[in-house]
């Protein structure tokens, strides 16, 4: 799951990049891979900054004030396609037509058919493996198509509306166009989040694009409203357009924004995140209660498994009249592990983000409270550090039910077997989890928890859980393609080989950040050394 941001500020001396860079770090939890911004100054000019690494190791204050321009677009990583080679990091650029800048979240499930028309029909050259890079140049083939010196709004719906009909898959996007303003659209069936705010300022009204509320909240925005699945909004400094460009097709959000990825104070298409959290502790505490009596156990303490699960863990021990202890501590400098690369560097970091305190476990019988279990890797990993500071038995419940199927729409589970419920009971996931029971809450009641509060969404993407999915196009050699390209066995050997991986290749660069490389001391290329980006392509 990726971040995207675009901002237009009504004053264009007033520079866009702080106020994106702050809107970035609150949507870190959507991507910690990469990140970057690009802002549009005065004459048209692009200034970018990007690289691989958090909002806070990226932009220091000196690469902020690089970043002239009252508006701009940002990005933060998640990487679902492609590599996580910083030449991907995001906001991609075209310099024609016009000057385009993309931001992308979600992923596209035809990337080989649209890599053969961009080379045989659109004879567009794509430099990179990311689908977003193959999205933005649809999005340019169709705005060059109009032949325009100067183009307008309705220019811009028709290139968005026919790059619907041309694509299939996820996808919220943040575009810029050199000069002109910030465009956001969603795919047809509105799998991924983007909402549009506006603030008043001194000379008139700034307006944001976001992946979630919870910026506009933070940077003073008001008015949010989600962008309409099928829909474009275009922001000039002359006002807003929106229209509905896709033909109709079911709106269908990703469910697992509200179990996961989204933070818990945003509201995404209405619905509050923390209160369908609540909910699905509620839910979930009935079927602990059927399961608990069934096997004719007793609970002492529920305990959450930070950070994400702890809104519903409370909620149902309330409903059962359970104590709830925070058993965990979670160190707060440890990101989400479930999104960083490589099972290895996800088995480690769960032991270095949470440790188990022996006064809340030593002797007990304890209800550990996740919101998923994907991989089993953290569950794995905390109900042996449970036993080992004395618990006598660890019963985990999860918000979720089972995940059984690959998912295609921007977060990476590509492959089946690497997820504990595949070709499993839940007998046999909680003997591969080492845990004494484990519970599952069901798909209906996960989909009412959320529903409840926006009944007027007929169905959300609940395709990690069922095997069927939205947009179609999903075939079971897709599927098999995707595993052979992107299980994390093959990621692992990819970036073993990769010399640029190996340090080998530091000043051969992907192309399309080469500016991020002009300072690479450090952890990450921190980019020191942000130039407008039109002039920076061809100079050695
Ligand atoms: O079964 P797994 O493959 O381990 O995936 C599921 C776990 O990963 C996530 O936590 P994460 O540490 O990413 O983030 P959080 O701090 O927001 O809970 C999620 O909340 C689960 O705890
Ligand atoms: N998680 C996402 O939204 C990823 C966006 C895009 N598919 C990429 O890999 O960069
Ligand atoms: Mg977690």
Redesign the pocket.
């Given at each position: 799951m990726c971040g995207i941001l675009g901002l237009l500020l009504h004053d264009p001396s007033v520079d866009a990049a702080p106020d994106i860079c702050e809107g970035l770090s609150l949507l870190q939890?959507r991507g910690q891979d990469a990140c970057g911004i690009v802002t549009c100054g005065p004459k048209g000019r692009f200034f970018q900054c990007k690289a691989n690494g958090m909002v806070r190791d990226v932009f220091d204050e000196k690469a902020i004030s690089k970043l002239i321009g009252g508006m701009g677009v940002g990005h933060v990583r998640y990487p679902t396609a492609g590599s996580s080679n910083h030449a991907e990091a995001q906001p991609f650029y075209v310099n024609s037509p016009y000057g385009i800048v993309f931001a992308h979240n979600g992923n596209l499930i035809d990337g080989p058919s649209l890599l053969q028309y961009m080379d045989a029909t659109a004879h567009r050259h794509i430099n990179t493996s990311s689908d977003s890079e193959l999205l933005l140049n649809l999005f340019a083939n169709n705005l060059q198509q109009t032949g325009k010196f100067r183009i307008n709004e309705d220019d811009i719906f028709n290139a968005i509306g026919g790059l619907m009909k041309q694509c299939t898959g996820a996808y919220a996007c943040v575009a810029m166009l050199a000069g002109f303003g910030i465009i956001a659209f969603r795919d047809p069936n509105g799998i991924r989040p983007v909402g549009v705010a506006s603030r008043r300022s001194n000379s008139g009204k700034d307006y944001l694009f976001a992946s979630e509320s919870i910026v506009a909240d933070a940077l003073g925005f008001s008015e949010w409203e989600d962008v309409k699945p099928g829909e474009a909004v275009i922001i000039t400094r002359s006002g807003v357009s929106r229209k509905r460009v896709a033909e109709h097709a079911t709106f269908a959000p990703d469910i697992f924004e509200f179990v996961?990825f989204a933070r818990p104070d945003s509201v995404l298409d209405g619905i509050s995140v923390y209160r369908s959290r609540m909910a699905m502790g509620d839910a979930l505490a009935v079927e602990v209660d059927k399961v608990l009596k069934q096997h004719g156990i007793t609970v002492d303490v529920v305990i959450p498994?930070?950070?994400?699960?702890r809104v519903a863990a409370l909620n149902l021990a309330q409903k059962l009249s359970l104590p709830y202890r925070e058993g965990f501590i979670?160190n707060r400098y440890v990101g989400?592990?479930?999104?960083m690369p490589g099972q290895q560097m996800?088995r480690k970091n769960?032991r270095r983000?949470l440790n188990a305190m022996a006064l809340e476990f030593s002797g007990k019988n304890v209800l550990l409270v996740?919101?998923?279990?994907?991989?089993?890797?953290?569950?794995k990993e905390i109900i042996q550090m449970a036993k080992d500071v004395g618990a006598k038995k660890v019963i985990v419940a999860s918000c979720a039910p089972p995940i059984r199927y690959s998912n295609v729409y921007g977060i990476d589970m590509p492959s089946r077997t690497e997820l504990?419920a595949y070709g499993r009971t839940t007998q046999e996931i909680a003997e591969a989890i080492g845990a004494d029971l484990v519970v599952f809450q069901t798909l209906p009641d996960l989909v009412a928890s959320v529903r409840q509060f926006n009944p007027s969404i007929p169905t959300f993407d609940c395709s990690v859980f069922t095997g069927e999915y939205v947009t179609g196009g999903v075939t079971e050699e897709y599927l098999r393609q995707l595993e052979l390209l992107r299980a994390d066995n093959v990621k692992h050997k990819l970036t073993a080989n990769s010399r640029e991986d190996k340090g080998e290749g530091s000043v051969v660069n992907g192309f399309h950040d080469r500016e991020t490389m002009v300072a690479s001391s450090g952890p990450i290329n921190r980019a020191d050394d942000t130039v407008g980006l039109h002039n920076t392509w061809n100079v050695s």
């Open positions: 939890h996961y498994v930070p950070d994400t699960s979670k989400r592990t479930f999104i996800r769960v983000k996740d919101d998923s279990i994907v991989r089993g890797t953290t569950s504990v």
